[in-house]
């Protein structure tokens, strides 16, 4: 059956304890602004995932539950149709959140004090839970050139040297937009083998490949399973992530047993139930309603970067390869990071990420959330071109 999918008529979420809308007016001051900041999409999930919830509702009790098969079988069936990689059901751990999984590797993986590395700027919670576990953060910020980035590899090998025990990866990367190449998760993943360093992958964002950009996991490089964690979810791809559902993809033996044992010490043992349903169906069901939600993403990119490119020159989007999240470049106007908060705030309504909150390189920077209807999508590049005009317009008097 062909189906046809609407992302363009507007959904109103206010009222829906939504963050990125009834929270807007906290998070910005300012209940009139255009909210294109926290991550999530405004598109309605597939049909079929509220059918299983719908279905499993049908049923008065909610009781203790564990994962069945198609839960598992259900991953194993997409990682290998959408992505070419083979997975194990013994390698796949139920969790409820791809940040929680990620501070329970540190946990379980490293010691009080061990460095752990991350690649600025990038999802600021990384950071966050690295010093709330009492880790030392390490720093290999990201190369920004020609409108896109790159790994500074000899860099990162010289931190490599200077006992970095773990390292957090952002597989898409978000904010930048980078999708890594199979080449260049090949050699992160070789220079983690050499230098005995755990690579935990945050490859949330995986499914959202755009413009021919294919994303590669870091389990897809054998040699490096024993150091290797892949953490996944359903929550970007198909707008689940208030059902709080993910999975840990560990093949070593030893790490998923050590990572596990950390997991029940804290007595975080299955998500919900609902949500383990919901997860089943959307990778089982959910590949066309995807592919058209990476093509209205895709018209939406292009919407930005050519209106920019003609009405707005001064704000310059990087490169976008995947995710739903654009990184806008403002440094032509010469504002720091609070004052051009404030100014895209208050003057143009517009609230987006500030780049500051990514840490070393976002200054300058914005993230815009291009997740949401059209409609919303010119309003908000309306009042870019209206701030462009208005900048020139006092430099040139």
């Given at each position: 059956m062909e189906h046809t999918y609407d992302f363009?008529?507007?959904?109103?979420r206010t009222g829906t304890c939504c963050i990125k809308w009834d929270r807007r007016k906290g998070k910005f001051q300012d209940d009139q602004v255009l909210p294109m900041w926290i991550a999530d999409t405004d598109?309605?999930?597939p049909q079929e995932v509220t059918e299983a919830?719908?279905?499993?509702?049908?049923h008065p009790i909610f009781g203790y539950s564990f994962p069945r098969d198609q839960y598992f079988t259900s991953i194993i069936d997409w990682f290998a149709s959408r992505h070419g990689l083979s997975l194990k059901k013994e390698w796949i751990r139920p969790s409820c959140g791809?940040?929680?999984s990620i501070s329970y590797c540190i946990q379980a993986l490293t010691s009080p004090g061990d460095k752990v590395l991350i690649q600025p700027p990038v999802y600021d919670p990384f950071q966050a839970?690295?010093?709330g576990a009492g880790r030392r953060v390490v720093e290999n910020p990201l190369i920004h050139t020609d409108n896109t980035y790159t790994m500074d590899f000899d860099h990162l090998e010289q931190a490599f040297q200077e006992g970095v025990r773990m390292m957090i990866l952002c597989n898409p990367h978000n904010p930048v937009g980078r999708?890594?190449?199979?080449?260049?998760?090949?050699?992160l993943v070789s220079l983690c083998v050499q230098y005995q360093v755990y690579l935990v992958s945050d490859e949330i964002h995986c499914d959202i490949e755009l413009f021919g950009n294919h994303y590669t996991s870091v389990l897809a490089v054998p040699e490096g399973h024993p150091y290797t964690i892949s953490c996944i979810a359903p929550g970007k791809t198909f707008n689940v992530s208030g059902l709080a559902i993910s999975s840990l993809l560990v093949p070593d033996q030893d790490l998923n047993d050590r990572i596990g044992s950390q997991l029940r010490s804290a007595w975080l043992i299955n998500?919900?139930?609902?949500a383990l349903e919901a997860s089943a169906a959307a990778y089982t069901h959910g590949s066309p309603w995807l592919d058209a939600q990476l093509a209205y993403l895709e018209d939406n990119a292009r919407?930005?970067?050519s209106r920019l490119a003609a009405e707005a020159p001064s704000i310059v989007p990087a490169k976008l390869e995947g995710t739903f999240l654009m990184w806008l470049d403002f440094s032509a106007f010469g504002l720091t990071g609070a004052r051009l908060q404030e100014e895209l705030i208050h003057t143009w309504h517009l609230g987006f990420n500030d780049g500051p909150h990514f840490g070393t390189g976002g200054e300058g920077f914005m993230r815009m959330n291009i997740g949401c209807n059209r409609s919303l999508i010119n309003q908000a590049v309306d009042n870019l071109v209206k701030m462009h005009l208005a900048r020139n317009s006092s430099r040139s008097i």
């Amino acid at each position: 059956m062909e189906h046809t999918y609407d992302f363009d008529t507007p959904i109103d979420r206010t009222g829906t304890c939504c963050i990125k809308w009834d929270r807007r007016k906290g998070k910005f001051q300012d209940d009139q602004v255009l909210p294109m900041w926290i991550a999530d999409t405004d598109f309605a999930c597939p049909q079929e995932v509220t059918e299983a919830i719908t279905r499993r509702c049908a049923h008065p009790i909610f009781g203790y539950s564990f994962p069945r098969d198609q839960y598992f079988t259900s991953i194993i069936d997409w990682f290998a149709s959408r992505h070419g990689l083979s997975l194990k059901k013994e390698w796949i751990r139920p969790s409820c959140g791809v940040v929680t999984s990620i501070s329970y590797c540190i946990q379980a993986l490293t010691s009080p004090g061990d460095k752990v590395l991350i690649q600025p700027p990038v999802y600021d919670p990384f950071q966050a839970v690295i010093a709330g576990a009492g880790r030392r953060v390490v720093e290999n910020p990201l190369i920004h050139t020609d409108n896109t980035y790159t790994m500074d590899f000899d860099h990162l090998e010289q931190a490599f040297q200077e006992g970095v025990r773990m390292m957090i990866l952002c597989n898409p990367h978000n904010p930048v937009g980078r999708v890594w190449s199979r080449e260049e998760i090949t050699r992160l993943v070789s220079l983690c083998v050499q230098y005995q360093v755990y690579l935990v992958s945050d490859e949330i964002h995986c499914d959202i490949e755009l413009f021919g950009n294919h994303y590669t996991s870091v389990l897809a490089v054998p040699e490096g399973h024993p150091y290797t964690i892949s953490c996944i979810a359903p929550g970007k791809t198909f707008n689940v992530s208030g059902l709080a559902i993910s999975s840990l993809l560990v093949p070593d033996q030893d790490l998923n047993d050590r990572i596990g044992s950390q997991l029940r010490s804290a007595w975080l043992i299955n998500p919900s139930v609902l949500a383990l349903e919901a997860s089943a169906a959307a990778y089982t069901h959910g590949s066309p309603w995807l592919d058209a939600q990476l093509a209205y993403l895709e018209d939406n990119a292009r919407l930005v970067a050519s209106r920019l490119a003609a009405e707005a020159p001064s704000i310059v989007p990087a490169k976008l390869e995947g995710t739903f999240l654009m990184w806008l470049d403002f440094s032509a106007f010469g504002l720091t990071g609070a004052r051009l908060q404030e100014e895209l705030i208050h003057t143009w309504h517009l609230g987006f990420n500030d780049g500051p909150h990514f840490g070393t390189g976002g200054e300058g920077f914005m993230r815009m959330n291009i997740g949401c209807n059209r409609s919303l999508i010119n309003q908000a590049v309306d009042n870019l071109v209206k701030m462009h005009l208005a900048r020139n317009s006092s430099r040139s008097i």
